[in-house]
């Protein structure tokens, strides 16, 4: 009798599983504990600049959603300027593997570093657009940045430009008086 209860316990037990389900902690839950809402570490560790302007709506937008507060815990090392004459001068005084700006400023920026194996990677932020300043942005540059958008679209274009950029050293010649 004792065997037959016991059996009928598991058995009902097995057959409620899906109710059991729902008592006890939820952070106990695969996923749905606080670790998991963190940032993930980054493929490539980038030192990134990053230009706001101002006089846009980007750097609020940024802002409000914690990009440069999410990148370094990500693990990149981060600098936000908005002075656009301290650019230059920052990118000559130290090494930057990617430098972030609004789509505005990307020309400015282009031919302020030129071109060489240590010019760093520009990737563009585009605020709020229209499916064909996409496309056009998509097209022009190798990555695009699209704001608002969530830290994990953020991070994994990060680690795309990174990833290019690794591509794009590796393929580079190797001038004649360096052999």
């Known amino acids: 009798m004792r065997k037959i209860l016991v059996a009928a316990v598991l058995l009902a037990g097995c057959l409620a599983g899906v109710d059991s389900l729902a008592c006890g902690d939820k952070f106990l839950v695969i996923g749905r504990g ?3 809402q963190r940032a993930k570490g980054a493929v490539q560790k980038a030192a990134i600049l990053m230009y706001m302007d101002p006089r846009t709506e980007l750097p609020a937008a940024i802002q409000e959603q914690g990009l440069e507060s999410d990148l370094k815990l990500a693990g990149h090392r981060v600098r936000v300027i908005e002075d656009r004459r301290a650019v230059g001068e920052t990118l000559r005084a ?7 700006a609004g789509l505005s400023d990307m ?6 570093l030129g ?26 540059f190798e990555c695009v940045m699209k704001s608002p958008s969530k830290k994990q679209h953020y991070l994994a274009v990060i680690d795309d430009a990174m990833v290019l950029r690794q591509k794009r050293a590796h393929a580079m010649p190797v001038p004649k008086e360096e052999r």
């Not at 130290?94 to 972030?100: G, H």
């Not at 020309?107 to 302020?112: A, K, N, T």
């Not at 060489?116 to 022009?140: F, H, K, N, Q, S």
């Open 107 to 112: 020309e400015s920026l282009e031919r302020e």
């Open 94 to 100: 130290q090494r930057y593997d990617i430098v972030l």
């Open 34 to 36: 606080p670790r998991s």
């Open 115 to 140: 071109s060489g194996a240590a010019r760093p990677t520009l990737l563009p932020i585009v605020y709020d657009p229209t499916a064909e300043e996409l496309a056009a942005a998509r097209r022009r």
